[in-house]
């Protein structure tokens, strides 16, 4: 029997390579998207040419209860179990804390911090092996026009960090990319298969690290600008 991954936000980006890497793994896969149904579905056609047995698409809406409640249901019924559950969904919005509004404020919680527990609530039951959670390495700094961002990405870690203790029979990590070529990051950003290797190992265990752990994933730039503060002594 296959094993199964959950994926949420699959469609496109880290997701979307990360679904590709379990395929070539011949692993079972559920992904969720919110947008672009097309891009969903060719991820999916794509998943399928590299030996995933079967995939399953749902739409997702993180600020839905009773859509988070009907995906996990759905996806336990097709496959009967989830062996790993990645949380990748999320959504950014640039601008000061004065420049966004309520609604802004509570879309980048919902979708980041909010409905990732929920949906991590729902699966519980039925998770075998692994919760990876998908946070940023600004989730240990302070920068600034992504304020509510990074407030999502700090409670990422610590939610990761308590769960770890609360349930110490599953390996449960928190992966930290840097800057990646996605539509959230920027062209000069390390490739998307780079966090997704990543987070495939430490899904699977081939990364020996105690549980709770923050794993990051840097890119050249975040290495390039590091050494020039370094020479130029700043």
């Not at 336990?76 to 804390?97: M, S, V």
């Not at 840097?218 to 002594?233: A, C, P």
């Amino acid at each position: 029997m296959s094993k199964v991954v959950f994926i949420s936000g699959g469609s496109r980006g880290i997701g979307a390579a990360t679904v590709l890497r379990f395929a070539r793994e011949k692993f079972d896969i559920a992904f969720t998207y919110n947008e672009g149904q097309g891009e969903a579905s060719a991820v999916a056609e794509k998943a399928k040419s590299l030996g995933s047995p079967e995939v399953l698409t749902m739409r997702l809406d993180m600020e839905n209860d009773e859509n988070i409640r009907n995906v996990v249901k759905i996806a336990h019924e097709k496959f009967g179990k989830i062996d790993i559950l990645i949380n990748n969904a999320g959504t950014f919005e640039r601008g000061t804390l004065s420049e966004q509004t309520f609604a802004v404020i509570h879309r980048q919680i919902a979708a980041n911090l909010e409905g990732m527990i929920k949906l991590t609530h729902e699966f519980l039951p039925y998770v075998k092996e692994a919760i990876i959670n998908i946070a940023s390495v600004v989730g240990f700094l302070g920068k600034p026009r992504i304020s509510v961002y990074t407030a999502t990405k700090w409670g990422v870690r610590g939610f990761t960090k308590s769960l770890a203790r609360e349930y110490p029979d599953l390996r449960i990590y928190v992966v930290n990319p840097g800057l990646t070529d996605t539509r959230m990051g920027r062209p000069e950003g390390m490739p998307a298969e780079k966090v997704a290797e990543t987070i495939f190992d430490a899904a699977t265990g081939k990364r020996r690290l105690a549980s709770g752990s923050d794993i990051a994933v840097k890119s050249n730039l975040y290495f390039l600008k590091s050494l020039m503060k370094k020479l130029l002594g700043r």
